[in-house]
């Protein structure tokens, strides 16, 4: 019964969320069982490229280190705001979310070159917050019970922890970088007039105006303002 019920709730997790944590959480118990071995995973693109082993592109983002407190806490966020994203602003939209999780890895792992970060994953789950954080920028946040403050100060706030703890913040910080990247092509940029104004005239040819045309009284200004919504609240 126990079982059934556990069944239930992990088949309950979406798709992506489930994949990606699963692989994480696959990958950290073999290195642990010592089937495998963490040099066999990170990110050398001397061996990428020279010894094909292609895997490496993948596997650097499923080691978060072995079993403690560090595993658990990006476990944790990973999982929370993976799904959050899944089931918030890419309810229905798989595609688009796999796409951003190719998007992120594509330039962690060009920027992670330069870096020489051998591990990327914690970086990947810093992105997800910030998307996430940007995306719900009224949510209240509370932090160990210490700090209280609106969502999009979370990976600040993240990295501030990373510090305290002696870690290096490279890894936040790329994450962050690379989350604002692709916050702001998604939905910054495409919602600029000059941008909107520039695709549809890519788009669509501007029809000449006849001066002999009289609108039907529907078609003339006036009446409802459709589309334009008000905030609740506001």
Known sequence: MAYQTL???YLQIPVVTRAYTTACVLTTA??????ITPFQLYFNPDLILRNYQVWRLITNFLFF???GF??????????????????G????????FVFMFLFGGLLMTIFGTFVSLVFLGQAFTIML????????PNVRMNFFGLLNFQAPFLPWV??????????????????IAVGHVYFFLEDVFPNQPGVCFLLTSMLFDTPEEDANYNPLPEERPGGFAWGEGQRLGG
Not at 30 to 35: C, F, G, K, R, S
Not at 163 to 174: A, E, Q
Request: with cysteine; charged share 20%.
């Open 158 to 175: 993240l990295m501030g922890f990373s510090l305290l703890l002696g870690n290096s913040i490279i890894v936040d910080l790329l994450g």
């Open 30 to 35: 073999a290195v642990q069982l010592e089937i």
């Open 89 to 96: 602003s890419f309810r229905g939209r798989t595609a688009d």
């Open 65 to 67: 280190g072995p079993v």
């Open 70 to 87: 560090n595993f658990l806490f990006n476990m944790i966020f990973l999982y929370r705001y993976c799904r959050m994203l899944e089931e």
């Open 7 to 9: 069944q239930q709730e």
């Open 129 to 136: 917050v910030y998307v996430w954080s940007r995306r719900n």
